[in-house]
């Protein structure tokens, strides 16, 4: 396996990206984005996140997604984004549409009937 170079200045260039990704012409910042940014390839930057040396690294990436998340929410409630790209990408956030139906035995609505009478 080729050696990778993990530096001050490397951290530092992964900062700047967090810091100016609009500047660089992404609307929403990414890892891959962060990838071409420092030019390392998502593996190796996927490696460095498991390294626990490389904390300070792992902190730029949480703020990454940190700042994804929030332009994701901002943008999709506001229309500025396609809903469809929003909801694919805030589901790795954590969010769902999914109706939680609790089918068990008595758990059904009141006026359940309601819906059978004839």
Same mark, same amino acid.
């Given at each position: 396996m080729r050696p990778t170079t993990y530096t001050d200045e490397l951290v530092e260039q992964a900062r700047s990206y967090v810091d100016n990704y609009k500047a660089e012409g992404e609307i929403i910042p990414t890892v891959v984005g962060?990838? !071409?940014?420092?030019? &390392?390839?998502?593996?190796?930057?996927?490696?460095?996140?498991?390294?626990?040396? !490389?904390?300070?690294? &792992?902190?730029?990436?949480?703020e990454i997604e940190e700042y994804q998340h929030i332009e994701l929410l901002n943008g999709g409630l506001s229309g500025g984004f396609n809903p469809m790209i929003s909801k694919l990408i805030l589901g790795r956030h954590g969010y769902t549409d999914k109706v939680a139906v609790d089918d068990k035995p008595g758990n059904?609505?009141?006026n359940f009937n309601a819906f059978y009478d004839e």
């Open positions: 962060l990838c !071409k940014y420092i030019k &390392r390839g998502k593996t190796t930057v996927y490696n460095w996140l498991k390294d626990d040396d !490389k904390e300070e690294f &792992r902190d730029i990436v949480s059904a609505p009141k």
